[in-house]
């Protein structure tokens, strides 16, 4: 007997989405206060002012943090519920399921924001040229994961009613 409970999958949809909301308003925020630096190097990025640095953490930490409540939390559920079925699956089986309903562009795009996720969380004082690398990859394609996370949003908004 399946203990599936579409009840339970919403709420933590729910609760994922407005958590990346959350997640989203902030990196906006530090977007704008950020624009000016970039594209950085590893020099501006070792010489920037004291209050410019919690800005670029809280751009860095609210990316990983919605990166990974979408893949923790948002896409498992929203899976589930779509299949009316809660038995477990390898989550790149999730990701080809909801390309191939359009709540993904594609499983790729993921995967590469997965990677730079893993860039940032192991950051080596000399690795600046590639941290440099990296911030100005996200800088450059945040605007993506957003979209991402809009998209899986709106289709369940949409499936839902």
Do not use: C
């Not at 999730?94 to 795009?109: C, D, N, P, R, T």
């Amino acid at each position: 007997m399946s203990s599936y409970d579409p009840a339970v999958f919403r709420a933590t949809i729910e609760s994922a989405i407005s958590e990346g909301e959350s997640h989203l308003r902030q990196m906006e925020r530090a977007v704008t206060l950020l624009s000016h630096l970039f594209p950085l190097t590893a020099d501006t990025l070792h010489s920037l002012p004291d209050d410019i640095v919690p800005v670029l953490d809280q751009f860095i930490y609210r990316f990983t943090k919605l990166q990974d409540s979408m893949a923790s939390r948002l896409l498992p559920s929203l899976h589930s519920l779509l299949r009316a079925d809660d038995a477990p699956r390898p989550f790149l089986d999730v990701l080809a399921y909801l390309e191939k309903l359009g709540v993904l562009s594609s499983e790729e795009e993921w995967l590469f924001f997965r990677v730079l996720r893993n860039n940032l969380a192991h950051d080596y004082p000399e690795s600046a040229d590639q941290t440099a690398q990296t911030l100005n990859t996200l800088y450059d394609r945040w605007r993506d994961i957003r979209r991402m996370f809009i998209t899986a949003r709106d289709y369940y908004r949409g499936w839902s009613v």
